[in-house]
């Protein structure tokens, strides 16, 4: 087992996935102006839906306490972000864009860091010497959903070949695996990097209590993490997955899409190679 393998815990993860939301995101300027109207709506019908369970499974104070208790320990092991991330985000994230012509998007996740070192359009991600895994050229480009051509950006991020994050795990370099790749004129980028492995959200802290108690797994397939960008254009995200991985078909995020499957080709020397690029639609007036 590796240094990582040894000291990488969920509340430490969920700590710093915490300290991040709360450092890049200010979540209430976007809604400052929400009508009171709208937060009503909203709240009673979470909690009523709340209510009808209670109701209708006749739920009983042990639970009730044993509920409570959990909430707390998701707080107290910073593991908001992992929870909301893994088991809610990805129906928002269906709402939010299901009027997109263009290429499909998926989930952020809590592990994201923006300002990730710039690498131009043809360069390896940044990466350790002798980084574990299958080498990996990706060749795509940016375009408008209409196939002009577009300059942008491609920021991309994925786990290693252990499944752990920089950033969010002891022991990796801070930008391991991270990189921004802008594009020239005629959209194009090539980036080098490795396949990641699939891995299991952390369960040493409340959520993998919420799992073993539920009997569910807690894996996540493989995959690459996208934020694409270009002047006038909607920004997409989303995750990219290998074909064959045994949990593409039953991810504990739901955030498997067919569009966002991959189709890699072996290469002699034992790398593979994909070709998959991105159509962004125009921003509404």
């Known amino acids: ?33 929400t009508p009171k109207e709208r937060v009503d709506l909203l709240a009673r019908e979470v909690l009523s839906a709340i209510h009808d369970t209670i109701r209708r499974h006749q739920v009983t104070y042990d639970e009730y306490n044993a509920l409570k208790a959990w909430l707390i320990q998701v707080g107290e092991d910073g593991e908001w972000p992992l929870f909301l991330d893994v088991w809610v985000e990805h129906v928002v994230e269906d709402v939010a864009t299901a009027d997109r012509q263009g290429s499909k998007g998926s989930i952020e996740g809590p592990y994201y860091v923006p300002n990730a070192p710039e690498r131009g359009a043809d360069a390896d991600l940044p990466m350790r010497d002798g980084e574990a895994g299958t080498p990996l050229l990706w060749e795509g480009s940016i375009t408008s959903v209409d196939g002009t051509p577009l300059a942008g950006t491609v920021e991309l991020w994925h786990a290693d070949a252990d499944g752990y994050y920089s950033q969010f795990a002891p022991g990796i370099p801070e930008w391991n695996l991270r990189g921004s790749f802008t594009t020239g004129p005629d959209g194009k980028f090539r980036i080098r990097t490795i396949q990641p492995a699939p ?87």
Request: proline share 7%; hydrophobic share 40%.
């Open 1 to 33: 087992m590796s240094t990582t393998d040894e000291t990488a815990t969920a509340a430490a993860s969920g700590a710093a996935a915490t300290e991040r939301f709360h450092h890049d995101k200010s979540p209430y300027d976007a809604v400052r102006d």
């Open 199 to 285: 891995y299991q959200i952390p369960t040493d802290g409340a959520c993998g209590k919420l799992i073993a108690a539920a009997g569910w797994h807690a894996w996540r397939p493989a995959h690459l993490h996208v934020k694409v960008s270009a002047p006038g254009h909607q920004e997409l995200i989303a995750q990219l997955y290998f074909p064959g991985d045994p949990h593409n078909d039953d991810d504990i995020a739901n955030a498997v899409k067919p569009e966002l499957i991959l189709a890699p080709v072996g290469q002699d020397d034992g790398s593979a190679r994909i070709d998959y690029g991105f159509a962004l639609d125009r921003q509404e007036d």
